[in-house]
């Protein structure tokens, strides 16, 4: 049986790549860009650090870093995962 919240889940929720910059770090102009405009394009949620492959190559301060920019980006509008 599925969770009550899984059962609320609908519309569309883009997996977010993280963009990286020239020396390698996670270029958070270009994340926050993109999920502001998947908000925009009707984004119910948004999903980060998850099925796009880089997840393994992230340190644990990069993968806060990102999920933090994405929350702060939607501020409620989506349900950040």
């Known amino acids: 049986m599925l969770a009550r919240s899984a059962l609320r889940l609908s519309g569309y929720m883009p ?3 993280t963009p990286f910059g ?3 770090d996670v270029d958070v102009p ?7 405009g998947q908000i925009r394009l009707g984004a119910s949620a ?7 492959g880089e997840v393994p190559t ?3 301060a990069e ?5 933090r920019v994405a929350a ?4 409620g509008r989506v349900a950040s995962r």
């Open 63 to 67: 993968h806060d870093q990102i999920v």
């Open 46 to 52: 948004l999903v980060v650090c998850g099925t796009t």
């Open 15 to 17: 997996a977010v790549p």
């Open 22 to 24: 020239e020396n390698g």
């Open 30 to 36: 270009a994340l926050e860009s993109f999920c502001e």
């Open 72 to 75: 702060y980006v939607a501020r």
């Open 58 to 60: 992230l340190s644990r």
